[in-house]
């Protein structure tokens, strides 16, 4: 059975802190991994996406990948109030392709003004 | 360019009643995907379409659920009868391509169904 697991939080960061996001993954054959923000009541919006060993930046958002770890992070930089949401960690279900995705529980964050 | 759409919003109906969702996915995209997100958990893929054809309906409740996406544009998931766990968000994504490692899905607004 393929995981993906989360701390489902909530975690608490005052605004302008650094959010740490993390998730940890079963299938060693899983090739991409992605960040899904989901604001209460709306659908999941795709964040970042990543498929290499390393950091990956996009504005104040860095993904993180350890493969041999079988750990990928997001940090959040800067946070703000309008970034509290859940955040959803996703990994392919298929090596070499998206195709089907499975979804960890999410993470709960919320920023303090 | 116009989003993956949705409908019925919201749907309440009673146990052992059926029911069916609609969806249009971003124009030209060849996959489309359901998927049930429970309160409190991350989606669930139920099945997914690569243009008329079904790739995986491997988590799908074949006793009671059925999907179709006929001439590869518009999919319809249907249940019946429905049970009281079926309560959930059936959420509609799609993307242009498959097999690409940097493919992003869509994801509609969803329909949150209630069964009573």
């Known amino acids: 059975q393929k995981e993906v697991e989360q701390n489902s939080g909530p975690l608490s960061v005052p605004e302008g802190a650094i959010a740490s996001l993390n998730c940890t993954y079963s299938?060693?054959?899983?090739?991409?991994f992605f960040w899904y923000r989901q604001y209460s009541g709306k659908s999941p919006e795709l964040i970042m996406f990543i498929y290499s060993n390393g950091d990956k930046e996009d504005g104040r958002f860095t993904a993180q990948l350890n493969k041999a770890s079988q750990y990928v992070s997001l940090l959040i930089r800067d946070s703000q109030p309008s970034d509290s949401a859940t955040y959803l960690c996703a990994v392919n279900g298929y090596g070499g392709s998206q195709g089907n995705l499975i979804f960890g529980k999410g993470t709960k964050l919320s920023v303090k003004p | 360019e116009a989003g993956v759409a949705q409908s019925p919003r919201y749907k309440i109906i009673e146990k052992r009643q059926s029911v069916a969702f609609w969806c249009n996915p971003i124009s030209g995209h060849a996959t489309l995907y359901w998927y049930q997100q429970i309160l409190g958990q991350g989606p669930k893929l139920l099945i997914q379409?690569?243009?008329?054809?079904?790739?995986?309906d491997s988590q799908l409740p074949k006793d009671r659920f059925s999907a179709e996406r006929l001439k590869g544009v518009d999919s319809t998931l249907k249940i019946q009868p429905a049970k009281l766990e079926d309560s959930a968000v059936y959420l509609c994504a799609s993307s242009p391509e498959d097999f690409h490692n940097t493919d992003t899905q869509y994801f509609g607004p969803g329909t949150r169904l209630t069964v009573l």
């Open positions: 299938d060693r054959g899983s090739q991409s």
């Open positions: 379409f690569q243009n008329n054809g079904v790739v995986d």
